[in-house]
């Protein structure tokens, strides 16, 4: 079992939850409230406590309510948390100041949300107005991100006989757009979600699970398009990133980061290298809207790691944990790669590699 501490607040914050039960289920039942603006609000309830309600209204929106006398006031969040990386861009930077150097010691849980079956915890929640998205190796929750408490559950089988990190129940988050939201399964499906109440609206096969892939990664939005390569690298897959339409699911484009056999950079490895090259790409992008460029951050993964950084003068590669460096030059994966997001085109700038005393290096 593991346990997600998902939300801090200052200790002794009036305004705490109620304990949530571990495993709660919406009650199927109907209410009908007056809120403290003057509003009726009726519509199904999803999740209730002591001092908060959640309803689905008519218009399948879901409504977060704290209870105030008689009456209810509806909520949202603050601020959002609406990518993995918290901003395209990907830095993970916030600019809040509510928790600054004069309370963080006063930090305390406000609620914890178990993940059944979660050997690890490797995600990073989403917060979209009010609502928090978590999710595990296919599972996703959506909670009320002031309580803690679930307002719904998507869970599928996990794939018998899978390989890499998600037979470990690997799955590091979803992304959003709109009213969905989107993540992978353990074996390499993108898959699109009803926000508001966790229906599957479509679902896309990335790559063939047989053949080893595996998916772990945050998808990354840009635009109309939803963007995600696959894990598989140690088990020797070709890596790619793919973009996919928000609205169907299809497929608009496809970069791989290897060559094949006979296109340019093919005659840079040598032996039997191609035949299982590796260059999987499990960590999220990240995006730059005014160059419309993928820049940052798709880590590739396989006999060496890349960390592709388009603007920076160096990258660094990490050898992986086989323990000789792979033949040749093996153009592809030892480059660094600007992306143009709505059409896959690679921008490349060619890298050399050079082994040093602490592992090697990359210069751009």
Known sequence: MGSLALALAVAQNPDAGSPIPRNASPAVARRTIQTTDGRTVEGQVL?????????????????????????????????????????????????????DRGNVARLAPKWIFPLPNAAQVENTPLVVEGLMYVSNANECWALDAGSGRQVWHYQRARTKGITGNAAAGFN???????????????????????????????????????????GTSAPLVVGNLVISGTAGGDEGVRGFVAAFDQATGKEAWRFWTVPKAGEPGSETWTAKALDHPSGATWMTGSYDPQLDLSTGRWVIRGLISTVMSAKATTCTPI?????????????????????????GTPRNRPCSWMPTGRGSRVSC
Not at 173 to 201: P, Q, T, Y
Not at 327 to 342: D, K, L, M, Q, V
């Open 172 to 214: 590091r988050g979803v992304a959003w757009a709109g009213d969905r939201i989107f993540m992978l399964s353990d074996n390499a499906h993108l898959m699109a979600l009803d926000r508001f109440n966790g229906e599957l609206l479509w679902e896309t096969e990335m790559a063939d699970w047989h053949q080893n892939y595996n």
């Open 319 to 343: 050898r992986s944990w086989r323990s000789k460096p792979r033949p040749g030059s093996s153009n592809g994966i030892t480059s660094s790669r600007r992306t143009t997001c709505t059409t």
């Open 47 to 99: 999740s209730e406590g002591m001092s908060e309600l959640a309803l689905r209204t008519g218009d399948k929106r879901i409504v977060l309510l704290r209870k105030q006398g008689d009456r209810f006031r509806q909520v949202t969040s603050q601020a959002d948390w609406p990518t993995y990386h918290g901003s395209p861009g990907g830095n993970r930077y916030s600019a809040l100041t509510q928790i």
